[in-house]
């Protein structure tokens, strides 16, 4: 088993930044690949970005691609979304999940552990 918990979320002005963080407890969480999606009200479940096991492979989706970094820390079990520039857009809970395998995947089928969110408002 793997339990993840997200913080760092908040209410932030446009243009602003956020580090999300997502720690985990459990059994060998540095073969897992992690994934942060995201869902705003009445809008469907959104794939942010993922990283494999070791950290060398990132995927991102394009509305955020040279705004948002991920990375992360097996030695600490968490894993990192950095976010600049940040958009009214990128208001939703933000989630990070954890995949059934160590390589990049970004899709929802792959990720079997999911946190329980953490609320991003960007205002305008």
């Known amino acids: 088993q793997l339990q993840l918990v997200e913080s760092g979320g908040g209410l932030v002005q446009a243009g602003g930044s956020l580090r999300l963080s997502c720690a985990a407890a459990?059994?060998?969480?540095?073969?897992?690949?992690i994934g942060w999606i995201r869902q705003a009200p009445g809008k469907e479940r959104e794939f942010v970005a993922a990283?494999?096991?070791?950290?060398?492979?990132?995927y991102y989706a394009d509305s955020v691609e040279g705004r948002f970094t991920i990375s992360r820390d097996n030695a600490k079990n968490t894993v990192y979304l950095q976010m600049n520039s940040l958009k009214p857009e990128d208001t939703a809970v933000y989630y990070c999940?954890?995949?059934?395998?160590?390589?990049?995947?970004?899709?929802?089928?792959?990720?079997?552990?999911w946190g329980q969110g953490t609320q991003v408002t960007v205002s305008s």
């Open positions: 999940a954890a995949a059934i395998q160590g390589s990049l995947v970004a899709t929802f089928s792959a990720y079997g552990y």
């Open positions: 459990g059994r060998a969480f540095s073969t897992y690949a």
């Open positions: 990283i494999n096991w070791i950290g060398s492979s990132t």
